[in-house]
């Protein structure tokens, strides 16, 4: 055409015009539904519980590896109340002034006793789901929940807490908190005893109480529903309803922690003990070899991607940290890591307090693997990237310039 020529109204092709919409509607969905077309339920939980991506500097990464639970959306300082101990309200509402709603409880059908792990002195998730299912059957009974736990772990009456039995400290020596179980259990008579079904916290202590205690134990249950217990069977292909045990070991989210009424947490006094067993000794964490902790028992995960290209401060971060070492699919592609060290939909799927990703784009395969993640700090030189949209914390830098950085930084610490 020439420019001198009058112009003509250019011909609306139909087709055309109808692909340009289907992409604005799909640019649209992506946008607001990052990296996932199937909801999976978990996934959909997790967000909900996650807090929005805060970015920071390398430096502030140290305050989250100290303390990965410090971000907890839930964590707040202790300030459980302490009921008016001459009051002889049975199950019933009282309200103060200016004060929110306290529910107390005097006189229960009976008790249950919660017991959760706090292992760095903070509720994780696990434990909250363990308190929330012991006030779903503790509320399916008329009954009330006492918790056995370290004072600074949560603001216990928020989370639905009647009594509180205070442990003195965070790392309390497994023989006592065994002791004071069972002083619990001879002072109160719990109806049922509620533990985290964790390896080293809760598993433990519920099968050594439910021995020593000659009670029946009900181990990895996923659900409460109406005073009974529901959990898997048959190598996980069945669900199987069984009257509520003496002691019950709840897998993670068997319960759904929901915003109730303020609870007492009325500090109970620790009963008197009768005998601390001494041959059982609190070591504290033994160093372990980054590359042989299986990773669906790891606590602490670093993970590399096709961003790493520093092997050596990727190794030996992991061991400053004490963490285990996993990877993207295509590093253990590429052989920079052995393939059971894999995490995703065709690894393994993983569940530590902390996964802590270096160069990792956050493919829908990925993300599928740290779906029960606690808390994930993401370095990315990319700030659209999904793994950032995923994280908790991100750190939008070089992956080479902050491994060596932060490896400094713990070196001088210790
Ligand atoms: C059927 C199937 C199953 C799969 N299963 C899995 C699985 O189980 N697990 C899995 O992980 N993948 C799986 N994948 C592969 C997946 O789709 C992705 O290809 C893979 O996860 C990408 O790995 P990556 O993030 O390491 O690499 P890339 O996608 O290449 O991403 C590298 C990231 O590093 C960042 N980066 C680059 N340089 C730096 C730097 N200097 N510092 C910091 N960041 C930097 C980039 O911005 C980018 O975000 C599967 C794929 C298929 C088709």
Known sequence: MRCDEPQRPMRR?????????????????????????????????????????????????QALLSDPASLSPLRSRHTARRGDPGSTLSPSLATRPSQPEILRIEAPSCWILVVPDAPSGALTSHDRDAIAAARLLADNKNGGVIALAPAAAADYGAIGIDRLVQLPDVHTEPAFRLATL??????????????PDTPLGGGHLGRLIATRQSLAIAPGVIRISGGELVRLADGGRIEQTLPAAPVILVAPESADPKPSARREARVLPIPALSEVDETIEDCGLLPVDPYSVPLQEADFIISAGNGVSDWESFSELAKVLNAAVAGTRAVCDANYLPRHRQVGASGTLVNPRCYLSFGISGAPQHLQGIARCERVIAVNTDLHADMIKRADLAIIADAQTVMPSLLALLRKQR
């Open 13 to 61: 092709d139909p087709r055309a015009e109808r692909n340009l919409r289907r992409c604005r509607t799909n640019e649209a969905e992506s946008s607001t539904e990052a990296c996932s077309r199937r909801r999976d339920p978990r996934l959909e939980r997790d967000r909900r519980r996650q807090r929005p991506s805060i970015q920071l500097s390398s430096s502030g990464i």
């Open 182 to 195: 069972e002083a619990i259990l001879a002072e109160y008579a719990p109806a049922h005893i509620i533990l």
